[in-house]
């Protein structure tokens, strides 16, 4: 058993590595860089050699887990700081959403159910494609595994800005805002970071599309298992 002070100790070189690696992604900025990535395994490998379990160091962590309680209610500002644009373009926004949303929840719902995943794998699978704040709290209130919800969030993330780009330019998809909505609408916060580089107004329309996804989800996810 660990001790709670060494554990918090780890926790806080958490905090280091992430911002640590952070700098290094905004000198070098590769997807393969994203500090939410290297960071994550780099912790991992320091788990994996001093044989530290994930129990263990969650007796320090779980105070960093508390924090997505505010983090989920901080995702109404950037909705609000861009109302204007989101009035705007409500009907493109609004469709690509709402097809984004039920598009990502069904489709993983019908790979488990090919591969005959139990109620606990599906509760934990299916809010993926939404910022982990709000999808570790679907998971938990749908008894599933909030811990393996938030990583497959960062595979769906790294995933989407990696290959997403790609798919949609032999898809033949060549507006900015309708790329931007996609990637912040399945690839979150990585999504954002990815539509960046293409100006300010796409990530902005990144931004409400993350955030709009978190609350349609949040909404119909119960409900949709609750029917099927």
């Given amino acids: 058993m660990m001790y709670p002070i060494v554990a918090v100790a780890i926790v806080i070189a958490t905090v280091v590595i992430y911002f640590l690696f952070r700098k290094l992604y905004l000198r070098y900025p590769y997807p393969i860089?994203?500090?939410?990535?290297?960071?994550?395994?780099?912790?991992?490998?320091?788990?994996?050699?001093?044989?530290?379990?994930?129990?263990?160091?969650?007796?320090?962590?779980?105070w960093l887990s508390r924090l997505m309680g505010p983090a989920i209610v901080a995702l109404a500002f950037p909705l609000y700081k861009q109302r204007v644009l989101v009035l705007r373009y409500s009907v493109m926004i609004g469709g690509a959403v709402l097809i984004g949303v039920f598009l990502g929840f069904s489709t993983v719902y019908g790979l488990a159910l090919l591969f005959q995943f139990n109620d606990i794998l599906v509760a934990t699978v299916l809010p993926k494609s939404i910022t982990a704040p709000v999808a570790v709290e679907i998971s938990a209130a749908l008894h599933g595994l909030p811990p393996l919800t938030a990583t497959f969030v960062l595979v769906a993330g790294f995933s989407g800005i990696?290959?997403?780009?790609?798919?949609?330019?032999?898809?033949?998809?060549?507006?900015?805002?309708?790329?931007?909505?996609?990637?912040?609408?399945?690839?979150?916060?990585?999504?954002?970071?990815?539509?960046?580089?293409?100006?300010?107004?796409?990530?902005?329309?990144?931004?409400?599309?993350?955030?709009?996804?978190?609350?349609?989800?949040?909404?119909?996810?119960?409900i949709f298992i609750w029917i099927f």
């Avoid at 960071?39 to 044989?51: A, E, G, K, R, Y």
């Avoid at 032999?170 to 960046?196: D, N, Q, V």
Wanted: net charge neutral; charged share 10%; aromatic share 10%.
């Fill in 33 to 62: 860089l994203l500090p939410v990535v290297t960071s994550t395994v780099f912790i991992l490998l320091i788990l994996l050699f001093f044989n530290i379990s994930y129990e263990d160091y969650l007796i320090g962590g779980e």
């Fill in 162 to 222: 990696l290959i997403g780009p790609w798919v949609m330019q032999k898809a033949g998809i060549r507006s900015l805002y309708g790329k931007s909505i996609a990637l912040g609408g399945a690839s979150h916060a990585m999504g954002i970071s990815k539509a960046a580089e293409y100006g300010n107004i796409p990530l902005s329309m990144s931004s409400i599309a993350m955030t709009l996804s978190a609350i349609v989800a949040s909404l119909f996810i119960p």
